[in-house]
């Protein structure tokens, strides 16, 4: 019973309203700083890895390109997610995402979304007329799309399943080349038009589009990645240079050109003309007359080949590990460059040159061992392997192209289907091109990325054993754990 004492509340209104006012501020500060380490951490943040193997790093050359680009680019990742390949594809092109704020991800799963899927069946329709293949890239820049396949993103190799009953096989992935189809994705995609480069014909050059050991379709290829665009030339009757050359290509002539030609060959580099120019071995007999033009451009082309016994692998090869610090040769430096019967490619000696003499700079040299000419009767010497020119703007002449740039080498077989592949050559033929393109962007490398696989063998007993420890073992273990904690409770 109440003894009539009046009951005092536990709090007065006013430590009501502290209280409520206290909480008000405390969740005001906790927001605070969600929100500052939120913006923090968006703007200058570490990303840490515990495994190395999980880490991509971006190529400076693709770092270069995604500095570059300031329009909205949006990727769409159309993929099965359960794919071996997925999850390396996304984390890719994360860090392209991360790199520029320009760049958007979205992905779909076209198996587990079928609404996503279909409405980016009707946005690209145009685009996807023809392609079978389900797990697709689309880049979208401004309505240019560029659409990366897939199956073209990683290289393999066939590898035995150990199996006792029967042989069978398995296609391993052994490297990913998903950066350098993105990137070459992007560069299509982000460029207004694409550059033209022109193959000069008609002198024994190496076949273009040839899927023989001596044709140049891989070159073609490295070019079309680059987002150049090739086409042949002939410079035969009263064809000229096209206005719209950005660069002219030379490879390996065997007969000469005619004195027109040459002509024309040099009044486009005198208009700011870029040329890449590659002799060799079978042109010494019978001079093409591109060699005087080179010497015009303060360049002189050798008249034998060359040998190093200290840096070769057979009798015909030579393999250049000496470099300068230009800009194409630069990354090159540390790695070797393979070469078969390659001439001399060195600055012509000028007494007195004028001031706006051509800037040569030689890029590549042999060992002081080398010699030049048949079983090196010569005395042993350092030789110059190819060369860059530059030129400014001639005074008084008015040109849409800038200044002449210019790129010699005293091998063109180095760049064919078979040896294009071998050392830095691919390497260096992508540095080159950007170089005489001016695109500084890309003068960087990019290769695919070797792809680690762990596999564990396991014979039948160790199987069957680890199969009860994961379904009985630790479940058990859990049970039984919990049954102690009832029985302890219980008493």
Known sequence: MSDGTPIQKSFSPWKRWGFGLDLVIRTALVLVVVVMVNYLGGRWYQRYYLNSSTRIDLSPRTVGLLKSITNEVKVTLFYDHDHPLYTSISALLNEYRDANPHFHVATVDYLRDAGAAEKIKIDYKNHLAGVTNKNLIIFDCDGRVKIVNGNGLAEYMLEQVPNETEREFRRKPTAFLGEKMFSSALLTVTSPKPLKAYYLTNHGEHRLNGTEEA?????????????????????????????????????????????????????????????????????????????????????????????????????????????????????????PLHLVLPRAMSRLNVGNPPADAPRVEELAFTSPAATAGNGGARTPRRFSLAVAVEKGRVPGVITDRGSTRLVAVGDSQFLDNQMIESACNKDFLGYAINWLLERTQLMQGLGPRPIKEFRLTMTKSQMRATRWILLAGMPGAVLLFGGLVWLRRRT
Do not use: M
């Open 215 to 335: 044709g140049y379709l891989t070159f073609n290829s490295v070019l079309e990645q680059n987002y150049i665009r090739v086409e042949t030339l002939s410079l035969l009757g009263t064809n000229t240079v096209p206005g719209d050359c950005n660069l002219l290509i030379i490879a390996g002539p065997t007969a000469p050109l005619g004195d027109a030609e040459r002509e024309k060959i040099d009044d486009y580099l005198h208009q700011g003309g870029r040329l890449f120019a590659l002799l060799n071995f079978a042109s010494l007999a019978r001079p093409t007359g591109l060699e005087k033009v080179l010497a015009g451009w303060g360049v002189e082309a050798g008249d034998s080949t060359l040998t190093d016994p200290n840096n070769t692998t057979g009798h015909s090869d030579l393999i250049a590990l000496d470099f300068s610090d230009h800009p194409i040769v630069n990354p090159l430096i540390g790695s």
